[in-house]
């Protein structure tokens, strides 16, 4: 079964517990939430063209036809693999529609999956081959989608599948207008799975920075329930990397 791939190179890690770790990255096409900060929105549809980095973070990339079969995807990932690489990134989109596609990538490489973590069935699927699960949890003024109960609810399904054979993180995307109220969805659903998590607030990137002084008060407030509460911003943006 082919998927429809946005592109693959090789860069590093600019989000979460694990910014600085280098990593081949496998962008899926299609996603079912149309988040309002999204920073990667000409992957919600599928195309008819991946962008594949010549040498590995070399910047330079051509282009082959959509949809790439598994052994096509896993000679790319071989060939931009480098000494320092460590992890697949399986991002997107939203990479758990690739499921099936994803179960039968034969690499011998450690999977990171990025995810929105809105298909628990598909990551039951996965939990016995991701070795790192990054999972979101949308808030209410992220406008994601017009169903947020049920996608919270598949959300915290989701990153409970992963913590019990992955190691397993959840970022959530901190906006100006966001409030302790408002995080208390994630904060509430992570601490009834389990306090270790490691929680990331994301301060967003864009023009509207949120103030140093609200991130101080949402991360107290995650941590009177959370064990383990970080603020990471997106470190890739500031290295102008990919």
Known sequence: MP????EIFNSV????PYVGIRQVFVRFEGCQLHCAYCDTPQTRNTSGTSRIEKTPG?????????PLDRDQVAGLIRKL????????SLTGGEPLINSDFIRTLDIEYPIYLETNAGFPEKARELKDIVAI???????????STD???????????TISIFNETSKTFVKVIILPETTKQSLSFAVDGVASIDRNIPFVLQPVTSNKAVSSSRLFELMDYAGEKLKDVRAIPQTHKMMKLL
Do not use: M
């Open 81 to 88: 693999w480098s000494p320092s690489t460590r992890h697949v």
């Open 58 to 66: 070399s910047g330079d990339f051509y282009s082959v036809k959509n």
């Open 13 to 16: 890690q600019g989000e979460g």
């Open 133 to 143: 699960a990054s999972c979101d949890i949308k808030l209410p003024e992220h406008e």
């Open 147 to 157: 169903h947020y109960p049920e996608l919270l609810k598949n959300e915290l399904e």
């Open 3 to 6: 998927a429809y791939i946005n």
